[in-house]
Nanobody, 120 residues
Framework: QVLLVESGGGLVQDGGSLRLSCAASGFTFSNYDMRWYRQAPGKERELVAVIGSNGGSTRFADSVKGRFTISRDNSKSTVYLQMNSLKPEDTAVYYC?????????????WGQGTQVTVSS
């Protein structure tokens, strides 16, 4: 059974920090790129950060560059999102996503999401 379980969300004040974790099981974690998405009420889901399968490459949405970092520990099958200098506009449900490709076929899994609320 494939599972992606996010944790670490919560309520934080403007300027604060949170670290999200996503623990994976049921698939070969080290073969998958990992992504964090977020979705605010009434808005489309937004890609926040990506990390390659071996952790060697990362990229971020412009809105979080310089404030968020993404990392992974393949020995623990876990990906992290460190969020600093949080702003009220970062308030959203954050989702973990695993994706890989076999030829032209893509495979992906989603977590259930964790709520992040930043108060002004």
């Amino acid at each position: 059974q494939v599972l992606l379980v996010e944790s670490g969300g919560g309520l934080v004040q403007d300027g604060g920090s949170l670290r999200l974790s996503c623990a994976a099981s049921g698939f070969t974690f080290s073969n998958y790129d990992m992504r964090w998405y977020r979705q605010a009420p009434g808005k489309e889901r937004e890609l926040v950060a990506v990390i390659g399968s071996n952790g060697g490459s990362t990229r971020f949405a412009d809105s979080v560059k310089g404030r968020f970092t993404i990392s992974r520990d393949n020995s623990k099958s876990t990906v992290y999102l460190q969020m600093n200098s949080l702003k009220p506009e970062d308030t959203a449900v954050y989702y973990c996503n695993a994706v890989t490709w076999l030829g032209s076929a893509g495979y992906e899994y989603w977590g259930q999401g964790t709520q992040v609320t930043v108060s002004s």
